[in-house]
């Protein structure tokens, strides 16, 4: 006869198998998942949960006694088929020693699901493709009379090994450990295959000493027979696990149907891919393809455990690529190789995939999931995309013969180093000695390297296909691998030379960092990398503000060169800057104004509000900076802090009504509830103000209502008050006279001029502004129906 035991976790819903013993043996069933010794077959298994353990559970259910915790079952496999031996209301021991380190879930979770009732829904993750085994060591004589007292050694060796010890009997003695009962102790071993495992624990075993101990050594051995005798190879013992791959496509099904478009249902399963380009509203298209990869920033993110990401890296650099010609992305397809499948990196993977393109407008139409035992390292993976689009045949890109001498050049800003160039970030953190746990000299502050390189890479499909549509753009260049240096001039007739200022955008400060770590020269940084700039597209002058201002209201974009007539002999790329531009990263020539808590500042109004919301106590989170000039260090400071930023030039509208109803359009896009106006020096529509009454914030350089409009400080000292300070006030229609939500005093001195004044009224509104941001973030002030401010009582 055969003895099995079964660990079952029993909640409201019914009962969760956890484990029966030693092998585990993934199934595809989603409320159950199953494992068992190699003797015990699925169908066995199956057969126990429903004639045993479910009708257990059905029973005390029935007589009104539901039960909710662990159901420890102690069967007897016969050939007249399972007997229950016993039930414990508790897990076994040393049963579940061998079960629980297989466990992947939080055991914690597992329990308060199951008194929960939500354990079904929430079914416990088991670590694929292992297997465990425990031997129990036991003193001299057990089950009868046994020595106590005694003295065990190599237990510190054992542990450095990785193996578990689980100790029963027990106890310290004079700082050692010493037997106190029959069953000392167990060693529980973990590995890829039921041989491997016991091997280990064999030599954990070997490994431990006490006088007397006695242990079986045929723990495992009719297992492994059973095995090998019973059965032949199956493919997932080869290293490729089918049922997995189907896991992985039931997974992400939903995804790729939330994907569907016109034209295309996107959903998985069949054979090949459909898309109906007449449903899609094309009339005479030309297809368009393109496929790329992600290069080594593959092994950032697979250092880092962080995968999702990789999958807006994939689609961002394939659709960007269609986009280049002008095309609409239609589908995707992605292929995902490695060595055994993780379906929860893949999983991952494939999400940010979906996701990525639902944000491109394209369907994930299909994929390809391939498992090559030997072909990659263990944990390693590669991708491969697939995008399809179309467009009209008179809409194609690029328009060589409209593209002429004198042309400007746009560039849109990029997320950073995006998908090319990891081989020599790599090296150069190499040379840094930095790891990607390493906080960042870079991007976000209080984030990692590993956080800040893999920055997804942006998709400007949603951005630029109207702007394309529209006939301004005669070329757009994706700034891939290969740098400014080699991708614009894909796009423009060979008689053409591009004159790129780097002055006039904003270089993010992690190509400033790479520049000065690695030594890397001009040439290098801008063969190698997109140095800030993810798009430039090619316009005629008349179409520059216009096209500029588009793009401005949703993402950076600058003016940044033009087009020449080529020399003999000269490069057909030039850059100008670009060192001084490294230097001094995220800065550029020009003044600055400015919006806040969700928008943009002057002078170090901003920072102050930043290093506030940084408080644990604090009630407010800038959202959104927003400046009318680019490249300003007020945009910088955000960057810098993790802090996303626009910019809304004012020069490039009519009217004062179209500039802040873009402004309003930005604000609305990011959620924002409250803005605070920094160095802000335009006057504001009635229509914004009115909008946003009470969620206006400015301050002013005095105590309002003294000294209201321009040069406070200069009015105060003409009227030879000794006392000025600075407002933070509502906005209110009328300039300055807006309700007034804090103050503070700063003395006036004898001998002060306008700019000794000025230093100690700016010190003061470093304090003053956080301060009243936060009163009125927090709820504690408001603005009434009548204009005066309303406290709430505490």
Known sequence: MKLATCLVCVSATGPLCLRCLRRRITSGCRTVTKGQTPAVSQELLQQIRETVLQKTVDGMREEGAPYVGVLYAGLMLTKQGPKVLEFNCRFGDPECQVLLPLLKSDLYEVILNTMNGKLAANAPVWHQNSSAVTVVMASAGYPGSYEKGVEITGLSKVQVTGLQVFHAGTALKEGGVVSSGGRVLTVTAVSSSLEMALQAANQGVAAIGFPGAVYRHDIGHRAIAHLNQHRGLTYKESGVDIAAGNKLVEMIKPLAKATSRAGCNADLGGFAGLFDLKAAGFVDPILVSGTDGVGTKLKIAQACGQHGGLGQD??????????????????????????????????????????????????????????????????????????????????????????????????????????????????VLEKARLSYTSPAPFGKRGHTVGEVLLTPTKIYSRLLLPILRSGAVKAYAHITGGGLLENIPRVLPQELAVDLDASRWSVPPVFSWLHKEGGLSEEEMARTFNCGLGAVLVVAPPDAQRVLRQLQAHEEAWIVGSLAHKQPGAEPVVVRNLKHSLLNAGTASGGELGIEQNNGCHGTNLQALIEQVKRPSSAAEIAVVISNRPGVQGLKRASLAGIQTRVVDHKLYGSRAEFDGTIDRVLEEFGVELVCLAGFMRILTGTFVKKWNGKLLNIHPSLLPSFK????????????????????????????????????????????????????????????????LELVAGGAVGLGEDGHITWKST
């Open 314 to 427: 994939l689609v961002a650099m394939c659709v960007n690529d269609v986009l280049a010609q002008g095309a609409e992305p239609l589908f995707f397809l992605d292929y995902f190789s490695c060595s055994s499948l993780d379906v929860d990196v893949a999983a991952s993977v494939v999400g940010g995939i979906a996701k990525a393109c639902e944000t491109a407008g394209c369907a994930l139409l299909g994929g390809e999931t391939a498992e090559m035992p030997g072909v990659y390292a263990p944990g390693e993976y590669d991708l491969a995309g697939f995008c399809v689009g179309a467009a009209e045949r008179g809409a194609l890109l690029p328009r060589l013969r409209d593209i002429a001498e004198g042309d400007l050049l746009i560039g849109v800003a990029s997320s950073g180093v995006h998908s090319n160039g990891f081989s020599l970030v790599r090296k």
């Open 709 to 772: 409009g321009v040069n406070a400080q200069k009015q105060a000292l003409q009227a030879g008050v000794r006392v000025a300070g600075c407002t933070v006030h509502f906005v209110a229609e009328e300039v300055d006279a807006g309700a007034i939500i804090a103050q503070e005093a700063v003395p006036v001195l004898s001998g002060d001029t306008e700019e000794s004044l000025s230093d100690r009224i700016r010190e003061a509104e470093h304090r003053a502004f956080p301060a009243a």
